[in-house]
C-alpha cells in the first residue's frame, strides 16, 4: 500500500505561484508513475501532469503547459507541482497519484491517490 498526502494548496492571486507536494510513506514510488490530478467543481477529473518512472519522460495538459512543471525527488519519496503564472481557472482540488509498482506507461491505472488539496486564484 501507499499512502498519499498532499500539501502546499492554497489561496493565491492570479500571477502568483504554488508548489504542491505530495509525500508518499508505506511504499517508494521510484518505480511508480505519479500524476498530479484536479477537480473544479461541476466539472471531470483533469490529468495535468505526468512522469514515468521508466526513462522520466513527463506529461502536461494543453492547458497547463509551460505554466506547470512536476519533479520528483525519490529519496524524499515525494513529488511536487510548482504552478506558476496560475488562473483562476487552475482553481480545483488537486490530487496527487500513484500506479501500481513497476507499472507504467498509458495502459496503466492509477491504484493510489491522496486526499486532495485546495488551490483557489483569485482574479
Known amino acids: 500500500q501507499v499512502q498519499l498526502v498532499e500539501s502546499g494548496g492554497g489561496l493565491v492571486q492570479a500571477g502568483g505561484s504554488l508548489r504542491l507536494s505530495c509525500a508518499a510513506s508505506?511504499?517508494?514510488?521510484?518505480?511508480?508513475?505519479m500524476g498530479w490530478f484536479r477537480q473544479a467543481p461541476g466539472k471531470e477529473r483533469e490529468n495535468v501532469a505526468a512522469?514515468?518512472?521508466?526513462?522520466?519522460?513527463?506529461y502536461y495538459a494543453d492547458s497547463v503547459k509551460g505554466r506547470f512543471t512536476i519533479s520528483r525527488d525519490n529519496a524524499k519519496n515525494t513529488v511536487y507541482l510548482q504552478m506558476n503564472n496560475l488562473k483562476p481557472e487552475d482553481t480545483a482540488v488537486y490530487y496527487c497519484a500513484a500506479t501500481s509498482l513497476y507499472c507504467s506507461g498509458d495502459g496503466c491505472r492509477y491504484a493510489y491517490w491522496g486526499q486532495g488539496t485546495q488551490v483557489t486564484v483569485s482574479s
Open positions: 512522469t514515468r518512472w521508466t526513462g522520466g519522460s513527463t
Open positions: 508505506g511504499r517508494t514510488i521510484s518505480s511508480r508513475d
